[in-house]
């Protein structure tokens, strides 16, 4: 029964004037606001005995407004049985603050020190807990924003417990303790390198050496990664995470990307404990398995472990640091008073653990700060910031560690326990690169290979060739070009900005796209924050918007009518904030709405099916070769030691190089079989072969390719784009030397400009200012190797680049431009030799020349050694490829509903 008489108030709330009827208020202090909310000074008011209080700051209400306060029994309100107070009504109920106001409110029976309790509101039928909820004796303030009905709800504790290693040993002396940690993974399980599976290597190597090894994540396990996330919803970035097998993981802000119902199914872990102690579930569709507090029992030290959440992200990418702080979906309820909760927690518990750690993901330096407030955390074992490796020792004697993100490295961190008193005495941090790790977990290799298998059996699948190496503006061109198409829009207006990796030349897959327009649903569980989106503006409105915007791509209408409307395409940021990006030409008051289309990737990847239906490369307007005979290609199998330069099929010519007419490259060169030079014979048997041998500069091989220029270097008369195969055999006398293989220098004036390295079974390349050489090619084996080039000036796109391929697999690859001029050819290029007298003797089983770059699939068809190379590209192989991919791909409609 709610009580609203002024008489019964009283008598209930005590006389001495704390008591509000429906009327207004008679505060303890007349002088704090009498019967309204001031405008100016706010209010400060007592009621229920004094025990409850309402402070509203100044400047929180336009005017001064009446209210009253009004109590009810918890009879007959939802979950009465749990219910810690009456009910108190704050009216008017639509009143709202700009600042935030703060109520206390008092807690009705017995209680013990541990128990907890918090604020919620009654919305509908449903009690919607109020994070910012605080115990203070026997009653609990929260900061409110607007009135309504409250109460006092008691919380059930959520804690776990997990017991890592053996049990403890008595009368040992020290034990030690071993962290392997990772943190923002972002779903980079679908990845060639295996990073997952190299991970968990590495943390049962440490096991196996250390029995008490705790295998920690610090939180963002999704977005950013792989096309399997998106088109399972999610689903398949859990189940990769599972297959981690953590002990303890916290839920980072970037977990909450799709929705309730997945962040449920995400906190259910058979293997870790999973922290989010500033995150409480409010629904009831569900249970929410992750803990504010574990107790780690491993060996004879006891851990205690709780987790932190950093804030949420808006679609400008941005972090949302300004009160009021959203939550992030529905459902769950976030308390930002980090340091508040991590002292109750601290204060709660310290007393039962020999060592305290909080695993966090609100980066380096928030962990810092709270570490340095918060007396009684020993460890911080972070994430969040992607900043690379960092170690910190605060003044306080607080560990502070951030690890490696994106799978690309972890933190071993070994701390070594004296028994007798539970102290550290001795600190081992180490790093390690993820790409050093030599060894995959078979288990966690075959789990990722099913989850890939059942969400994106098609992932890496070749789906459109790019001729070129577009920067970051070529892509958005691209992009832009492909909105167009999928969506019919009329224009396109994009940010170069948003692109977050460049693809290479040659094939490109989904995952391609996903690199270059990575995703990132921000809000939490709405699109990503470079969705495309249709807004509707006028001829003049879209002309002002390009000018505003110079450093964009701008694909305009010609000619641009002023009073024509278009629908031009913006991603997500731009479009929902017009005013923000184009001040000049929208204002607050412009009635201008955005519908959203599609994510970029997914448009590049419907207009990519379409381009290469269509025989087209995807960033030019060039025929793929791939549907052009093979009148480019030219291959040598050296089986004739009659005619032992005559080729199978193609336009090229081989012969010496003789420039002095001396005859050397012949006298040094032979054409037997491999029994006849006694080496190991090719996988498939016998072949005639080419021994070459230690040329001198004016010694080796010509090839003239006889082809047609092409490529950045064409009208210099150049091939630019070309690919060469060859069946190598280095004999073990050859190995650990430096070994030419290609020299474009007409008269060898030079330094080679492609070499094996001096180094045991060493890699192929040449040292350029990123990088050097890929691969290995092991002594006295036979292995083919693949070099597709794409060479362009610095200065055009992102630059040239050139890939490396044994046995059809990709082993390494230029970037960043460094492949200019000097790789494109002239008339021929020169094999085997070198200026400087950097050549070995060696074996060529078969050789194939092509004056274009051949894409990944044909040098992967092309595979290892064999006595006979046969290449024989398929007219139609794209379009099957391309058919095949789309029939498994998601239906669209389902991807732009997400």
């Not at 009831?284 to 950093?310: D, H, K, Q, R, Y």
């Not at 750690?357 to 074992?381: I, N, Q």
């Not at 180094?759 to 597709?788: C, E, N």
Request: with cysteine.
């Amino acid at each position: 029964m709610k009580i609203i008489l002024f008489v019964l108030l009283t008598v209930l709330l005590g006389l001495a004037g704390c008591g509000h009827s429906s009327s207004g208020g008679l505060p303890d202090d007349p002088l704090a606001g009498g019967e309204f909310i001031s405008a100016v000074t706010g209010l400060e008011v007592s009621f229920a005995e004094q025990s409850g209080r309402l402070s509203v700051p100044s400047d929180a209400v336009s005017e001064d407004t009446p209210y009253s306060i009004s109590v009810s029994e918890s009879t007959g309100f939802p979950n009465a049985d749990k219910l810690a107070s009456l009910v108190f009504e704050f009216s008017p109920s639509d009143l709202r603050f700009s600042k935030l106001a703060t109520i206390t409110l008092p807690i009705s029976g017995a209680i013990a020190a541990s128990d907890s309790f918090y604020i919620a509101k009654l919305v509908g039928q449903q009690w919607q807990a109020n994070a910012s909820s605080s115990r203070v004796g026997r009653a609990v303030s929260a900061s409110i924003s607007e009135f309504g009905q409250y109460a006092v709800l008691r919380r059930e504790s959520r804690v776990a417990d997990k017991t890592i290693g053996p049990e403890c040993v008595a009368n040992k002396v020290e034990q030690s303790v071993r962290f392997i940690h990772v943190a923002d993974l972002h779903s980079r399980f679908g990845y060639r390198e295996q990073l997952y599976s190299r991970l968990k290597a590495a943390h049962l190597q440490a096991a196996g050496e250390e029995p008490y090894t705790v295998f920690t994540n610090g939180g963002d396990d999704f977005e950013k990664g792989t096309v399997a996330e998106l088109l399972s919803s999610g689903s398949a970035t859990i189940a990769a995470t599972r297959a981690m097998g953590f002990d303890v993981r916290v839920v980072g802000n970037h977990d909450y990307a799709w929705g309730p119902e997945q962040l449920l199914e995400y906190s259910q872990d058979d293997s870790a404990v999973v922290l989010a102690s500033n995150t409480w579930y409010t629904g009831s569709s569900g249970e929410f398995a992750a803990v504010e507090f574990a107790t780690l029992n491993v060996g004879c030290i006891t851990i205690g472990v709780f987790g932190m959440t950093s804030v949420p992200w808006n679609e400008l990418d941005e972090p949302i640091e300004a009160a009021p702080i959203p939550d992030f979906i529905a459902d769950f309820s976030m308390n930002w008073s980090w340091q508040a909760v991590a002292q109750s927690i601290v204060d709660q518990y310290r007393g039962d653990v020999d060592y305290m750690v909080m695993l966090s993901h609100m980066g380096r330096g928030p962990d810092e700060d709270l570490a340095a407030k918060v007396s009684g955390v020993d460890l911080v074992l972070g994430g969040h910031t992607h900043g690379g490796e960092n170690f910190e020792t605060l003044d306080n004697g607080t560990l502070v560690i951030q690890p490696e993100f994106y799978g690309k490295g972890y933190t071993d961190l070994k701390l070594v326990f004296r028994l007798s008193d539970k102290v550290v005495t001795d600190v081992d941090y180490k790093t390690y690169a993820t790409a050093d790790v030599l060894s995959v977990d078979a288990n966690t290799a075959a789990t990722i290979d099913e989850i890939m298998g059942l969400y994106a059996p098609d992932a890496e699948t070749e789906i459109a060739v790019s001729e070129n190496y577009p920067d970051q503006l070529g892509i958005a061109r691209i992009a832009a070009e492909a909105a167009m198409h999928v969506h019919g829009v009329n224009a396109a207006l994009l940010d170069p900005a948003q692109v977050t990796a460049l693809w290479l030349p040659g094939s490109l897959s989904q995952e391609d796209f996903i690199n270059s327009y990575q995703v990132e649903r921000q809000p939490s569980n709405t699109p990503g924050f470079n969705a495309m989106y249709g807004v509707a503006v006028s001829g003049v409105q879209l002309e002002g918007m390009a000018v505003e915007q110079p450093a964009w791509f701008a694909k305009l209408p010609s000619p641009l009518l002023a009073g024509k409307t278009y629908t031009v395409v913006l991603q997500k940021g731009p479009a929902l904030n017009l005013p923000l990006f184009f001040p000049q030409t929208f204002n607050e008051q412009s009635n201008v709405s955005a519908a959203l289309l599609s994510e970029s990737w997914f448009a590049l990847d419907q207009y990519a099916r379409y381009r290469t239906s269509q025989c087209l490369h995807l960033d030019t307007d060039k025929a793929l070769i791939a549907c052009i005979p093979k009148t480019q290609t030219t291959v040598w199998q050296f089986d004739d030691s009659t005619q032992p330069f005559a080729a199978d099929f193609g336009p090229a010519q081989l012969s010496f190089y003789d420039p002095g007419a001396s005859g050397g490259s012949a006298a040094v060169t032979r054409f037997l079989s491999t029994t006849d030079v006694g080496v190991g014979d090719l996988p498939d048997g016998a072949s005639g072969v080419l021994a070459f041998g230690d040329y001198r500069p004016d010694e080796g091989l010509v090839l003239r390719h006889n082809g047609a220029a092409n490529g950045a270097f064409a009208e210099l008369g150049l091939v630019s784009d070309y690919t060469v195969v060859m069946d190598l055999y280095w004999p073990q006398a050859s190995d650990n030397r430096w070994r030419a293989l290609l020299q474009t220098s007409l008269n060898n004036s030079d330094d080679a400009d492609i070499f094996v390295e001096r180094a045991i079974a060493g890699g192929v390349g040449v040292a350029t200012s990123d990088s050097g050489y890929f691969g290995s090619l092991p002594a006295d084996s036979w292995h083919r190797l693949a070099l597709v080039f794409y060479a362009a000036p610095s200065g055009e796109g992102a630059g040239g680049t050139f890939k490396v391929f044994i046995d059809g697999e990709l082993v390494g690859q230029k970037t960043d431009g460094d492949i200019g001029q000097r790789w494109a050819l002239d008339e021929f290029a020169i094999l085997f030799s070198d200026n400087s007298f950097e050549t070995e003797p060696g074996y060529l089983n078969a050789l194939l020349f092509s004056g274009r770059a051949l894409s990944d699939g044909e040098v992967a068809a092309l595979a290892g050694p064999s006595r006979q190379m046969v290449f024989s590209p398929d007219v139609r192989t794209l379009n099957q490829s391309v058919l095949r991919h789309s029939m498994s791909s998601p239906d669209a409609a389902t991807l732009h509903a997400h």
